[in-house]
């Protein structure tokens, strides 16, 4: 069983378009994150999210916002593409306290 | 604010030489300190955590509050340690912050 995944893995899309990526984890954490991951490698954080607080990058453009349908779940949606938003996206989860995080996968989105 | 600084963007070795792989950091607090990996093509996985004080895959790391140093260091090199490696900070409830990575190349 997977213990947070990714959808998609890969993602093209044109400039201007808005799309979403979804994040699932089935480990019972109650935060989950958003990173970004950018062609030198670097990761940096874009949001952090329980379900009682959402922490926002200040970088981060607001064309990217999170969403969470439930404690299990938190999507990040993107509106009006560019092209310096190609990464590799990277959703993780942690238990509040905790300090292991859990990555997924990651999301290749390459906008052209 | 938390920074983490890995001075070396990539490190290349040969088989068997010893490995280290710098990462400092800056926090007033106490922070936990991490290394995590990236393999080719595969998730970011925690490699060790300074609390844990224990060596995986050979690897070990020691806190060095005194010269704010976290540095990983392997004695024998392998093959199959070729990843991006990632040292990170984290501190109460924070994310964990990422340092830049270095890609550890070794060679046959």
């Known amino acids: 069983d997977t213990a947070v995944s990714q959808t998609p893995k890969y993602l093209v899309t044109q400039m201007g378009n808005d799309k979403s990526i979804k994040c699932e984890q089935n480990?019972?954490?109650?935060?989950m994150y958003w990173y970004k991951q950018d062609s030198k490698k670097f990761l940096k954080i874009m949001f952090s999210?329980?379900?009682?607080?959402?922490?926002i990058n200040e970088t981060v453009p607001n064309r990217f916002s999170p969403k969470s349908p439930d404690k299990a779940h938190l999507n990040l949606h993107i509106n009006s593409l560019e092209l310096g938003d190609s990464a590799v996206y990277f959703c993780?989860?942690?238990?509040?306290?905790?300090?292991?995080?859990?990555f997924g996968q990651g999301t290749r989105l390459t906008v052209v | 604010a938390q920074r983490v600084t890995q001075p070396e963007k990539l490190l290349s070795v040969f088989k068997g030489a010893p490995v280290e792989l710098k990462c400092n950091y800056s926090?007033?607090?106490?922070?936990?300190l991490f290394w995590y990996v990236q393999y080719s093509r595969q998730r970011l996985q925690l490699l060790l955590r300074?609390?844990s004080r224990e060596s995986i895959k050979g690897f070990t790391a020691d806190l060095n509050k005194g010269e704010t140093s976290f540095h990983l260091k392997k004695p024998f090199a392998q093959e199959e340690d070729s990843a991006m490696y990632y040292c990170?900070?984290?501190?109460?409830?924070?994310?964990?912050?990422f340092g830049k990575g270095t890609r550890l190349s070794v060679i046959a």
């Open positions: 990170a900070l984290k501190s109460g409830n924070t994310p964990l912050v």
């Open positions: 999210y329980n379900n009682k607080e959402l922490i």
């Open positions: 300074h609390i």
């Open positions: 480990l019972g954490h109650d935060t």
């Open positions: 993780a989860s942690s238990q509040r306290g905790a300090t292991e995080a859990f």
């Open positions: 926090y007033s607090g106490s922070p936990e």
